[in-house]
């Protein structure tokens, strides 16, 4: 009973180190968009390589305009959404370390006046990390050290003199 005991244990304490990963906030900006052509753009950096969500939100103002949301990265590579009045665009895409920008407007109708917010986040990766590997494999090496048959002393052994 002990052994299951120590063996129940020793599992929990290798399963809580794969706890679920939270998203990280690379990005988050909010502001109004005004001046003559009612765009504004911001500046970031990726340090580490992985899949990345960006969120294109703004505040309905009754107008019906369509903006664009759209983020390059420093490849001149990028990722175009289209955010209706009141709404909220989301894309997704495989970010590498490097710098990218993020635009949210509308050359053509000038949208002033509109509250936004942006948002980019890293999802986390569904792969449990090294270091939970490690401690479970720590776990497990526990477990098999706890359970292997042991040689006992009895009262059989013959007695030895000098």
Known sequence: MK??????????????GMAAATPTTVLDQSGTLSGIIGMATYDF????????????????????????????????GGHWVTVDDGGIGTTSFSGTAGKY????????????????????????????????WAIMLLGIGFVVYQVRPRKTRGSTAIPRFS
Do not use: C, Q, R, W
Not at 3 to 16: D, E, F, I, R, Y
Not at 65 to 76: M, Q, R
Not at 116 to 132: A, L, M, Q, R, Y
């Open 3 to 16: 052994k299951l005991k120590m063996l129940l244990a020793t599992m929990l304490l290798g399963v809580s």
């Open 101 to 132: 920008m993020a635009i949210l407007g509308d050359i053509a109708f000038p949208a002033k006046n509109v509250n936004f917010t942006i948002d980019v986040t890293k999802v986390p990766s569904p792969v449990p990390e090294p270091e939970t």
């Open 45 to 76: 950096s990726i340090t580490s390589p992985g899949t990345y969500d960006v969120t294109f939100a703004t505040s309905s103002k009754g107008n019906g305009l369509s903006l664009a949301g759209y983020l390059i990265d420093e490849n001149i």
